[in-house]
């Protein structure tokens, strides 16, 4: 799974279409608003395996994640049509160039029979599902969803999260149930802190003193400067890492935070400032990594992975399972203010992984297929793939990937990608206790009960707006993202000085900040407040 990572948020407008027109079998018109459900299909079977009787073939559009492999050779998919007897054609594109085509496959109307850990945006969800292009699932969720309708009932807060303003749910998400699969943890290196006796940090001013120690004192031992004090994968989680230090919480999807029913987007908040000078010290005394803002994805998770960095912010520890006991996880920090909180992702995390699409046949069948993975068989099955031969169950009566998964000299994350299309993130299906010990192994969770503490009481997810709000949002926001991403970057960096902060403020300002937080008021008004 991709840790928690969003580079800055830009949602795409795709092209102008075609309305489509979703045919209904029975020949009669069909009721506004009503889901496909109303329609039954005799092959499908209304529990258990096979799903249907007859063999039918399903065309997917998916995006292929750099740890997978082809998903057509996929282990549990392979397994997964014997039990069903529904066979998928898979068009799995690279992750690099995957938005690209999809908004291509939109835009000239050719479309598969679902799309796969789609990364749809609330914008696409919202506008191809009204234009006829996406099925409406509520419907069919009621009736071939066990799995998703006990999820909505345990979690009310997933079903609000992703219906859309006309009553529709168009997407599925990736459910995360695990609190430590909803937030990224500080890793610091303990093998460093005792080989120097340090303390471990408790606030941000011990924590300098300590990546001041890290850079000077040649904590690897190879007689070289080379060890790095700190890193994190790129601007966003960068600025997300300990901004709850300093007050600032993000909700609803965005850099706001909610306080007595008030949303405020903090990026000119004197907080925020005060952060930003705090970054830039780190960056000018070379204790953060000067490549923060360039690296690629693959340079981050190597630099985690060689053990030779001492602070950094990540979900997991598989990234680097072969130097996990020189990393302990940590407290979050006490911020100037004495604040300390933590940011976290809703229990729906990923949003759009699944659609299906109006050209389907077999809308019935394709809702059976993908709801067997939103519970806790489908789900460790999905993970881990098949008892005895990828995986183990341990003395807890929870899995366990087997020595020779662990131990591929692919890597794991990658060996794991050739049989489940899960590393790499943004996958329907359920992340819970009792399938993640792969990602939640003793020491990520020992991680998180030290963030318990100072989690938020509730995390309010993205709103999805109608069509034309989504539209001027995504206008306000693809100016102000780009605008706050790249000048901050200069104020930490020192490209910018912080004598042109009124400058910038009054900037954004100009850009109508105000009006994107009335729009984002407006939605927690309607979908979070208390009546």
């Not at 489908?378 to 990828?390: A, N």
Request: with cysteine; charged share 25%.
């Amino acid at each position: 799974m991709q840790r928690l990572k969003r580079s800055v948020s830009l949602m795409s407008i795709a092209a102008l279409m075609t309305t489509a027109t979703v045919a209904c079998t029975s020949g009669e018109e069909k009721p506004a608003g009503n889901s496909p459900a109303a329609k039954t299909d005799s092959n499908v079977a209304s529990s258990g395996f096979p799903i249907v009787e007859q063999p039918l073939t399903l065309k997917f559009f998916s995006r292929k994640s750099p740890p997978n492999g082809p998903y057509a050779n996929m282990l549990v998919f392979q397994e997964y049509e014997k039990k069903t007897n529904m066979k998928i054609e898979w068009e799995d594109v690279p992750q690099d160039g995957f938005a690209e085509k999809k908004n291509l496959l939109f835009a000239s109307n050719e479309l598969p029979d679902a799309l796969y850990k789609a990364g749809l945006t609330p914008l696409e969800a919202v506008k191809y599902g009204s234009s006829g292009m996406l099925t409406p699932l509520e419907g069919l969720i009621e009736k071939y969803a066990p799995n998703l309708q006990a999820l909505f009932k345990q979690y009310p807060d997933i079903k609000p999260a992703i219906t859309a303003p006309d009553g529709h749910i168009y997407a599925l998400p990736g459910i995360v149930t695990l609190t430590a699969g909803r937030t990224n943890k500080p890793w610091l290196n303990k093998a460093w802190l005792q080989k120097l006796n340090l303390q471990e940090p408790k606030t941000t001013d011990d924590l300098v003193q300590v990546l001041k120690a890290f850079r000077d004192n040649d904590p690897n031992g190879n007689g070289k400067q080379d060890d790095l004090p700190m890193s994190e994968r790129n601007w966003d989680a960068l600025i997300g890492s300990m901004s709850g230090s300093w007050g600032l919480e993000s909700q609803m999807g965005y850099q706001l935070e909610v306080k007595d029913d008030k949303v405020h987007i903090w990026v000119t908040d004197p907080r925020f400032k005060e952060y930003l000078q705090f970054l830039h010290m780190l960056y000018q005394e070379k204790l953060l990594d000067q490549e923060v803002f360039t690296q690629t994805e693959t340079q981050f998770v190597g630099k985690m992975a060689s053990g030779n960095i001492g602070f950094f912010h990540n979900q997991a520890s598989d990234p680097f399972t072969k130097k996990k006991d020189d990393f302990m996880g940590i407290a979050p920090l006490a911020g100037p203010h004495g604040d300390q909180k933590v940011n976290a992702n809703p229990v729906a995390r990923d949003f759009g992984t699944f659609a299906i699409t109006s050209v389907n046949k077999h809308p019935e069948a394709t809702m059976r297929w993908i709801d067997y993975f939103y519970g806790d068989e489908g789900s460790i099955f999905f993970r881990y793939g098949i008892e005895g031969q990828t995986y183990n169950l341990k003395k807890d009566g929870l899995p366990e990937y087997t020595d020779e998964i662990w131990n591929d000299k692919r890597g794991t994350g990658t060996t794991i990608g050739q049989f489940s299309p899960w590393p790499g993130g943004g996958a329907p299906h359920l992340i819970s206790e009792k399938n993640a010990t792969a990602i939640n192994p003793a020491e990520v969770q020992e991680a998180q009960t030290k963030l318990d503490p100072y989690m938020p009481k509730q995390v309010f997810g993205a709103p999805l707006f109608d069509e034309k709000t989504a539209k001027e949002v995504d206008t306000l926001r693809q100016d102000i993202d780009t605008y706050v991403a790249e000048t901050t970057s200069k104020m930490i960096t020192g490209a910018v000085g912080f004598d042109k902060w009124d400058e910038y403020v009054k900037t954004l300002e100009k850009m109508d900040l105000a009006r994107l937080e009335s729009i984002y008021q407006k939605a927690y008004d309607t979908n979070y407040k208390k009546k």
